[in-house]
């Protein structure tokens, strides 16, 4: 069995885990049940991570869709879908995507993925080409319009 830790021990763990990276309130919130943490004293902490900004959701959501689309190339699609799955609310999202990823970036993305995924398909003609690099880049998260409006551009029939 843990140890029961104190309203100050806890909110000085949680404050730690805080700050070594940006969390959302569904991961401060099961980490502090996994602490054994419950009721009143949990929601205390965390009012008090908000308060002392350890806890802030709109940055966590900005920090989160600049880093996925950077690094892993996703699409907006996804990043709305990976937040939502960690409740981040509706407008913390649109903001975050509106902030974080510029539309110029975003189409140059798209189009640097689609012609480095091309160069490694083994397709015989174009419709089937075309296809296997829609599928691809819709299933990253980039808007099905979009990636069609690219592709025609780039390949043209």
Known sequence: MAKYLSYDEALAKLQR?????ERCHKEVRNKL???GIYGNDLENIICDLIEDKFLNEQRFANVYAGGKFRQKKWGKQKIKIELKKKYVSIRCIDQAIKEEIPEEDYYNTLVSIIK???KFLTAPN???RRQ???KYTISKG????LVWEVLKELYPY
């Open 17 to 21: 885990y805080c700050a070594y990276q």
């Open 33 to 35: 049940i996994e602490l």
């Open 116 to 118: 480095k995924k091309d």
């Open 126 to 128: 174009l419709f089937q």
């Open 132 to 134: 296997k690099l829609a």
């Open 142 to 145: 980039y808007e099905s319009w």
